[in-house]
C-alpha cells in the first residue's frame, strides 16, 4: 500500500505535513486503529507553531501572563479577553484530536493507548510517553485495527 492511497482505518507511512493536517481533523475523535510517526510529528510541528503564535499574540495583547507592579508584586495580565480567544478557541479545538492521535501513535507502537497516563508521573513520565512516541511502528500493532 502506497502513502498516498492508505484509507483512513490505516496508518499512513510517510505523510506529508498536509496529509497528516487532513488526517488529523478527519480522524478527530478516532481512538482506535494506527497513526504513523510522520502523521504525528508533522501535526506536532504545525500545532506547536499555530500554538505558540497564537499564545504570543496573547501575551503580547498582556491577555495571557503575569507581570510586576511597582511594588514587586505579581499582578495578573488584564489585558483584553479578546486577544486570549483565538487561542482558547485552538486548544479547545484541538485537545480531543490530540489525544486521540496520541493514542493511535502509541498503538503503531504495539503499546495500549492507556500508556498516555504513565506521563502523569512527576519527573520521568513524561520522558517514557515521549520515548514511546519516537518508536519506530511494530507491524504486531496493527492488532488495534478495526
Known amino acids: 500500500m502506497t502513502s498516498t492511497t492508505a484509507p483512513l482505518s490505516a496508518p499512513l507511512y510517510g505523510a506529508t505535513l498536509g496529509q497528516a493536517v487532513t488526517r488529523f481533523f478527519k480522524k478527530y475523535a478516532t481512538f482506535s486503529g494506527r497513526a504513523s510517526r510522520s502523521e504525528f510529528w508533522w501535526f506536532f510541528l504545525v500545532n506547536f507553531i499555530v500554538g505558540g503564535i497564537l499564545y504570543g499574540i496573547a501575551v503580547a495583547a498582556g491577555a495571557i501572563g503575569v507581570s510586576v507592579d511597582a511594588n514587586g508584586q505579581l499582578q495578573q495580565a488584564t489585558g483584553p479577553f479578546i486577544a486570549a480567544l483565538p487561542y482558547i478557541l485552538w486548544v ?25 497516563f504513565l506521563g502523569l508521573i512527576p519527573f520521568v513520565g513524561g520522558i517514557i510517553v515521549l520515548i514511546f ?14
Open 92 to 116: 479547545l479545538a484541538t485537545i480531543v484530536p490530540w489525544l486521540a492521535l496520541v493514542w493511535r501513535r502509541l498503538h503503531d507502537t504495539n503499546k495500549s493507548g492507556a500508556f498516555y
Open 133 to 146: 512516541l519516537l518508536l519506530p511502528s511494530d507491524p504486531a500493532g496493527a492488532r488495534f485495527d478495526k
